[in-house]
């Protein structure tokens, strides 16, 4: 600022509203070359303060004189109210710039209009701050507040820039008319102490003085300070006007400050944008019955024994602290022993958990606590973990969690991150909100235990002692889930419970006989992709294998006419259309067809993960058959092959293409789980071959 002039100072006849305009004249702090080219030291703003004591408003308006033919900048500042608390200023500031044309700098002039504007921003609360502790400086503890003069109103005075005094015209003027309007209009109830949103100070109990010292000011300081955090006077604005609209929509139960604050963070303090989210939020807890849900709740035994996560004491800014080895986890146990809904529901709790110990931490420390930290251990991840049912209830837990409980992570410690993990970040993150997905921290191999690691965010002696450090922790290790424990494939893919989260399954069912063959025929049009396959043997044994041909499939062969005796067999003991094998008789392995994963003896109860990185375009075939474990059969067995199915499988397949993953293939192992009660056969595992590029 290098100085200002005031151009005209308005008073209204009563004295309750006070005008004055300035112009001001500004350094400019521009490069070198746009000085030259601008020809100017200084550029010239009117500003004009409007001051209405009646409502105790002071508005500011500043637009540009220089340049303002190529150049338009508009700035409004706004002291108002507290719409709630009469002692409260609320601050609000608006700017508009548009930019015409300025010798090409167009771009430069924008970007120190924007630094002009984000240090106006700053020194607006200074300002009053400045104003408030000269008073204090001065012996001042309290301001009489306006009231209408007893008097005959006095002439409304009005000083030019000559400096020559005078009655104003504005008796004619629309401006005086407004503010007897105003003044008629806003006179305050004295039978109602009804608050709206928006409200002026014409609008609250009228009290003579303002006590700067009162008690119940330092009461609510203490409150917003101990509680919920530093917030500017704009953000507590907002917060009471949410808060009022919440207690006049649910006429009940309102939800807490610290949880506003979280969806008005969420939403970086858009009071429409948040009072929207919240809406659909407690819509969503009342339709589906959430508060109930989560008071009835009652941790499964399969949870407790399998699910490998737990709270882990806390971080070092006292913030609650969740350890989860994700990489321990049977994702595909838990899914179908306690289904989908029952692992969002587990999630859930672990949510309100989380705010009860974030209310409790505040208590304890003094200080807001309204976060929590997520430690996610990724250790043991493999291609298991990307099953894709286990991947879709994920990213609707993401949703729900996102949508309902915003704001509420400090941070997300990925440890251990392997080579596989690329693909399931590339699946998740694009339903992760932009703003919760910076607070996500990766640490491969073992960069967490060295400085920047894990000692910068939790205390030393807390780090457990499966990451290196001495504490012990209560954490389960996780497992595979026994089948036993597994619910009946039609409840957790059928039933639906208050909050669904799938409306079909997405596995195929399928018999096979003896002598029989079921296919899935894919079509590889770039070398690089990853076949995913994912089944469960419901009954008896199957053989699985993976064939690549260079014979292009357009269709299945059409069933021939048996011929001899042996055709007449084959067709009887065969199968019809379905179950018969695109590959003819008379190729050749090795030569029409390749075998790119031995077969795979599956038995009964087990349950097979696995994917294979194709090298060559064409058609590749995952293929199972019937296998007959037994090597002496009986006529009874032969018959019952023919009158029955034998064997029974459920199965899943994906294809990923190489360009959404390509460089973080470099790690895929295949899984074969052999924990059954239903087999005797059930520690057999198999590994699938999976070239890396």
Sequence with gaps: MAGTDIIKET??????????????????????????????????????NTLDQRNRTLTIEAYNESFSSRVAILENCRYTVHPENSEWTCFEQTATLDIKSFFGFESTVEKIAMKQYSQNITKGKEIIEY??????????????????????????????????????????????????????????????????????????PSIDKVNLNE???????????????????????????????????????????????????????????????????LIWRKKNQVDKMINEYQVPQVVKDYFPGGWHYQDKEGRPLYLLRLGQMDVKGLVKSVGEEGLLKHTLHICEEGLRLTEEATVNHGCPVTTWTLLVDLEGLNM??????????????????EANYPETMSCVLIIRAPRVFPILWTLVSTFIDDNTRSKFLFYGGNDYQGPGGLVDYMPKENIPDFLGGDCKTVVH????????????????????????????????????????????????????????????????DVSFSVLRTKVPITHRPEPQ????????????????????????????EGYEYFRVEPQLICHDGESIQGSHVTSHMGTYILQWH??????????????????????????????????????????????????????SNTNKSATSSCPSR
């Design 11 to 48: 008073t209204s006849k009563d004295g309750a509203v006070v005008q004055v305009s300035r112009r001001c004249k500004l350094h400019v702090e521009a490069p070198y070359l746009l000085k030259k080219i601008m020809g100017v030291e200084f550029i010239y703003f009117v500003q004009t």
């Design 131 to 204: 104003f408030i502790d000269e008073l204090f400086k001065d012996g001042i503890a309290y301001i009489p507040r306006w009231k209408e003069p007893s008097h005959k109103a006095l002439p409304e005075v009005c000083i030019t820039k000559d400096g020559k005094t005078g009655e104003s015209e504005a008796e004619s003027s629309s401006e005086e008319t407004e503010i007897r309007d105003r003044t008629s209009s806003s006179t305050p109830s004295t039978g109602s102490t009804e608050l709206h949103l928006g409200a002026s100070a014409t609008n609250l």
């Design 215 to 281: 008690d119940n000011n330092k009461l609510d300081a203490d409150y917003i300070k101990r509680c919920l955090g530093d917030l500017t006077p704009l953000q507590e604005s907002r917060l009471i006007q949410l808060k009022k609209w919440v207690a006049e929509l649910q006429k009940g139960k309102v939800p807490s400050d610290s949880c506003l604050l979280r969806f008005l963070r969420a939403r970086d303090f858009n009071i429409e944008k948040a009072r929207e989210m919240l809406s659909h939020s």
């Design 384 to 401: 298991r973990h990307l099953w894709r049912p286990g991947i879709r209830t994920l990213l609707k837990i993401i949703e729900i969690v």
């Design 477 to 540: 290790e996780g497992g595979l889930v026994p089948k036993s424990m597994y619910q009946p494939g039609e409840d957790v893919d059928g039933t639906r419970q208050h909050i669904p989260l799938s409306d079909q399954c997405m596995y195929h069912s399928v018999s096979l006989g003896r002598s029989q063959v079921h296919e899935v025929v894919l079509l590889v049009e770039e070398p690089g992709s990853v076949i995913c396959w994912d089944f469960d043997v419901m009954k008896n």
């Design 561 to 588: 006419s048996p011929t001899g005796a042996l055709g007449v067999i084959d067709a009887v003991m065969g199968s019809d259309d379905q179950h018969r094998s695109v590959i003819d008789k008379t190729w050749r």
């Design 626 to 679: 019937y296998y007959e474990s037994s090597q002496h059969t009986s006529p009874l067995d032969i018959i019952d092959s023919i009158t029955a199915p034998k064997s029974k499988i459920m199965y899943y397949f994906e294809m990923l293409k190489s360009a959404d993953y390509r460089g973080s293939m470099t790690s895929l192992q295949s899984c074969q789980s052999g924990f059954s009660s239903l087999s």
